[in-house]
């Protein structure tokens, strides 16, 4: 059974920065992408970061230029390093695991990013 386990949110005044870190477990399958989400109290779940195992990173046009995201394929690990924090990017932050459209999703517990003075 997968599991995909975050960790690293707490909170942070603007202009901060935040490390969140993530780690899948439970396959020795390739895992084709793995990323960020968050939400919003009262707001769907977005895209934040992604990065496949090939490199091919996407971000929220929101984040661009402020968080980066770094991948170790042979760890089944993912960070997302976030500066320039502003209010706008409180929310749980989701952890993903892509193995494909066959081998399926899976998604962590989530962590919480709150940003405030």
């Known amino acids: 059974q997968v599991q995909v386990v975050e960790s690293g949110g707490g909170l942070v005044q603007p202009g901060g920065s935040l490390r969140l870190s993530c780690a899948a477990s439970?396959?020795?399958?390739?895992?084709?992408?793995m990323g960020w989400y968050r939400q919003a109290p009262g707001k769907q779940r977005e895209l934040v970061a992604t990065?496949?195992?090939?490199?091919?990173?996407d971000f929220a046009d929101s984040v661009r230029g402020r968080f980066t995201i770094s991948r170790d394929n042979a760890k089944d690990t993912v960070y997302l390093q976030m500066d320039s924090l502003k209010p706008d990017d409180t929310a749980v932050y989701y952890c993903?695991?892509?193995?494909?459209?066959?081998?399926?999703?899976?998604w962590g517990q989530g962590t919480q990013v709150t940003v405030s003075s």
């Open positions: 990065k496949t195992s090939a490199g091919i990173t």
């Open positions: 439970g396959s020795t399958r390739t895992i084709y992408k």
């Open positions: 993903n695991a892509d193995f494909g459209p066959i081998g399926g999703r899976f």
